[in-house]
């Protein structure tokens, strides 16, 4: 039987990397609260993040009774842990500013969640990449918020985008940065009997 994939996500980034991997896919983002819980570390929070996505899609996908035996469903999310607290999207040109003025001259962790799932089985992991920032201006922090860039981003920056010139080095997956790491996601839809 060949399983067909529904990623639970509106990124295009995602969509991009898939497309890459040569696998076929349908679009149903997830409505899900993204409030991080009191005390929750960042890894069990994107963690949870990606599994209530694909668990979301999952149940509206029961709802229209579309849920197959041959639906694989992919989630991830990502964000940035800093001295361990999670930093996701900025809120404002403010929050922005304040995001990238502590990540400046400084090494931070990008943890990506991806949890795939099906109608026998969920699988969770977290992959964690380590990014070093060169030291920022506010010059160089506000002209980049002008941009537009960091408005959706974790972390307030995108590594494939204009936010890749602050970047000094990168230890672990690029593409993990980017919002979904080719190789583990290549692993676990495999293991869920997704080839392409």
């Not at 999952?58 to 469903?73: H, P, R, S, W, Y």
């Not at 943890?111 to 099906?118: K, Q, S």
């Not at 494939?160 to 672990?172: K, L, M, P, T, Y």
Request: charged share 20%; glycine share 6%.
């Amino acid at each position: 039987m060949t399983k067909s994939v529904v990623l639970a996500s509106a990124s295009p980034r995602r969509t991009a990397l898939l497309k890459q991997m040569n696998i076929a896919h349908t679009i149903q983002p997830a409505d899900i609260d993204e409030s991080p819980r009191d005390n929750e570390p960042p890894k069990e929070l994107v963690a949870r993040l990606a599994s209530e996505k694909a668990q979301a899609v999952k149940a509206c996908l029961e709802d229209q009774q579309a849920m197959t035996d041959d639906k694989v469903i992919l989630a991830s999310d990502t964000l940035i842990s800093f001295n361990g607290q999670s930093v996701g999207k900025p809120e404002d040109k403010a929050d922005s500013k304040r995001i990238l003025t502590m990540l400046s001259g400084k090494t931070h962790d990008v943890l990506t969640a991806i949890c795939v799932l099906d109608n026998a089985q969920q699988q969770t992991q977290v992959i964690a990449t380590s990014v070093t920032f060169a030291a920022l201006t506010d010059e160089q922090i506000d002209a980049y918020w002008e941009t537009g860039e960091p408005a959706d981003k974790a972390g307030s920056y995108a590594i494939q985008g204009i936010g890749g010139e602050f970047v000094v080095s990168i230890n672990g997956s690029a593409s993990a940065v980017i919002g979904l790491p080719l190789y583990e996601t290549r692993q676990l839809l495999n293991a869920f009997g997704v080839v392409s």
